[in-house]
């Protein structure tokens, strides 16, 4: 099956900066691809999605980009806040079968 | 008004003892699914199920049974418990399967002692 790998575990960013979180997959049918994000000790809600016939997408301060040949895409996330403080987690999914999750990344916004 | 409740949103259990998660979304939703959240595992996929039917099962132990008694309804009954089951359980929901993105419940903090 699916499987989808978040490069980075944890990733630390100054107030203002860009933090980029980066993931892979395996499956190359995969074609739906979701952002979820996780606030310290509540659910996890959707931010952001990309689908497989664009390679750029944004939302406000957030965009993604889908690289198919090399089955890897990126949340971006511009002028980083301390709300922005989360585990963010990545998914892949054909689109016919359910959505397979990374590992998530924890990013911490420094004031 | 949140629009898939869980409950109870914290539960504590013997060992040996039997618990039943509750899941209901009013978000008229087809497909609806488990999640496990632990130390161990992040996110860890249990059920799927779609149209009331059961899609896809990651879950190795028969102690974990779902039951969808309506459409909107999706509970977990765990047998047999152990510490080891442990976690914050997490129900979710889409309009289908696999194309539409997820809306996750608060979740349910299982401790067994």
Same mark, same amino acid.
């Given at each position: 099956g699916e499987k989808v790998e978040q490069h980075e575990s944890t990733l630390s960013v100054r107030e203002g900066d860009s933090a980029v979180i980066n993931c892979t997959y395996t499956? +190359?049918?995969?074609?739906y691809f979701p952002w979820y994000k996780q606030e310290a000790g509540k659910s996890l809600h959707f931010v952001i999605d990309i689908r497989s016939n664009v390679d750029r997408k944004q939302s406000q301060r957030l965009i993604v980009l889908l690289d198919k040949k090399a089955k890897r895409f990126s949340l971006h996330i511009t002028? +980083?806040?301390?709300?922005?403080?989360a585990i963010y987690f990545c998914a892949a999914s054909r689109g016919n079968n359910r959505i397979f999750f990374g590992d998530g990344t924890q990013l911490v916004v420094k004031p | 008004d949140p629009k898939i409740i869980q409950k109870p949103k914290y539960l504590v259990a013997v060992t040996g003892s039997e618990k039943i998660l509750i899941c209901e979304q009013y /978000? &008229?939703? #087809?497909a609806m699914y488990w999640y496990r959240q632990s130390a161990k595992k992040p996110l860890e996929f249990m059920f799927s199920y779609s149209y009331q039917k059961l899609m896809d099962n990651q879950t190795a132990s028969s102690r974990f049974q779902p039951q969808s008694s309506k459409k909107n309804h999706l509970d977990l009954q765990i047998t047999? /418990?152990?510490? !080891? !089951?442990s976690a914050t359980y997490f129900c979710a929901s889409s309009h289908?399967? &696999? #194309?539409s993105d997820y809306t996750f419940g608060s979740g349910t903090r299982l401790l067994v002692i």
């Open positions: 499956d +190359t049918a995969s074609s002028a +980083t806040q301390p709300e922005d403080s | /978000l &008229g939703h #087809n047999a /418990l152990k510490p !080891d !089951d289908v399967q &696999g #194309n």
